[in-house]
Nanobody, 122 residues
C-alpha cells in the first residue's frame, strides 16, 4: 500500500514558478513509476507528465514541455514537479499518482494523492 500527499500548491502570478512535492509512504515506492495529472474546473483530468521508477525516463504533455520538470528522490520517497513560466491556463488541482506502469494513461496508476490547488493569476 502506498499513500501519497501533495504539497506546494498556491497562488502565483503568470510567469512565476512553483514546486510541487508528492511525499509517499510505503517501502515499495521506489519501484513505482510516478505521474502528475491536473484537473481544471469543468474539465476532464489531464496528464501532465511522468517519471519512471529509476528517473531514467520522463515524459510530458506538449503544453508543459520546456516549462515543467519532474524529478524524484527515492531515498526521500518524494516526487517533485517544478513548474516554471506558469500561465493562467495551468490553473488546476494537481494530483500525483504512482503505479507499476510508466505512461500517460490514468489507468497506469494505482495510487493517487488528494491533490493540491495551483492558481495562476494574469
Amino acid at each position: 500500500q502506498v499513500q501519497l500527499v501533495e504539497s506546494g500548491g498556491g497562488l502565483v502570478q503568470a510567469g512565476g514558478s512553483l514546486r510541487l512535492s508528492c511525499a509517499a509512504s510505503g517501502r515499495t515506492f521506489s519501484t513505482y513509476a510516478s505521474g502528475w495529472f491536473r484537473q481544471a474546473p469543468g474539465k476532464e483530468p489531464e496528464f501532465v507528465g511522468a517519471i519512471d521508477s529509476s528517473s531514467t525516463s520522463t515524459y510530458y504533455t506538449d503544453s508543459v514541455k520546456s516549462r515543467f520538470t519532474i524529478s524524484r528522490d527515492n531515498a526521500k520517497n518524494t516526487v517533485y514537479l517544478q513548474m516554471n513560466s506558469l500561465k493562467p491556463e495551468d490553473t488546476a488541482v494537481y494530483f500525483c499518482a504512482a503505479g507499476s506502469y510508466y505512461g500517460l494513461g490514468s489507468g497506469n496508476y494505482r495510487y493517487w494523492g488528494q491533490g493540491t490547488q495551483v492558481t495562476v493569476s494574469s
